[in-house]
T-cell receptor, first 116, second 111 residues
Framework: DSGVTQTPKHLITATGQRVTLRCSPRSGDLSVYWYQQSLDQGLQFLIQ???????AKGNILERFSAQQFPDLHSELNLSSLELGDSALYFCASSIAGGGRAYNEQFFGPGTRLTVL | SQQGEEDPQALSIQEGENATMNCSYK?????LQWYRQNSGRGLVHLILIRSNEREKHSGRLRVTLDTSKKSSSLLITASRAADTASYFCATDRTGGFKTIFGAGTRLFVKA
């Protein structure tokens, strides 16, 4: 158990819908990262937040957005869902914010999103 | 494009054999990490090697880093069936904040 929790575990929805994925980082970790893992694209970095502020952005679509709240939990919002958005979405947390700092990431169990 | 690329994409060996996976990357890095993922589960951090280190050991794991060739290798000695998983390298680029993961090597260890 990494100490990172994600809800829900599974989500099945229809195209065009909007969903929210939630992540609680390990106690004491300030950074939260979101990743998308699909069979054809591998593990894609989406976005990172550090202590409430956006720190780095990856291959995140405009239909997706995220935020980190004062209690450090984070939410990833996916809207206007398409079939291709079906994937495993992982959240990870770390103490540091990246850059030169040692940045071991602890991954949650993931949310499996299926868009029908 | 991905910063790290692993090869081989898949590897099948017998229990007891050694498994070697390689990772290449494109830009200068602060450190390189290896993660393991069991099917459908979250990634688990295995080992980190800094850019000024050449080799590191942790139990049955040995990681090497060659910054001149921009490559790293992960050696798992005396493999076990429980080592069956996907293995990813991840790099923290110099001057950047993102950790970039490669596509992974799928290791299958036959009992």
């Amino acid at each position: 158990d990494s100490g990172v929790t994600q809800t829900p575990k599974h989500l099945i929805t229809a195209t065009g819908q909007r969903v929210t994925l939630r992540c609680s980082p390990r106690s004491g970790d300030l950074s939260v990262y979101w990743y998308q893992q699909s069979l054809d694209q591998g593990l894609q970095f989406l976005i990172q937040y550090y202590n409430g502020e956006e720190r780095a952005k990856g291959n995140i679509l405009e239909r997706f957005s995220a935020q980190q709240f004062p209690d450090l939990h984070s939410e990833l919002n996916l809207s206007s869902l398409e079939l291709g958005d079906s994937a495993l979405y992982f959240c990870a947390s770390s103490i540091a914010g990246g850059g030169r700092a040692y940045n071991e990431q602890f991954f949650g169990p993931g949310t499996r999103l299926t868009v029908l | 494009s991905q910063q790290g690329e692993e090869d081989p994409q898949a590897l099948s060996i017998q229990e007891g054999e050694n498994a070697t996976m390689n990772c290449s990357y494109k830009t200068s890095i602060n450190n390189l990490q290896w993660y393991r993922q069991n099917s459908g589960r979250g990634l688990v951090h295995l080992i980190l090697i800094r850019s000024n280190e050449r080799e590191k050991h942790s139990g049955r794991l040995r990681v090497t880093l060659d910054t001149s060739k921009k490559s790293s290798s992960l050696l798992i000695t005396a493999s076990r069936a429980a080592d069956t998983a996907s293995y990813f390298c991840a790099t923290d680029r110099t001057g950047g904040f993102k950790t970039i993961f490669g596509a992974g090597t799928r290791l299958f260890v036959k009992a």
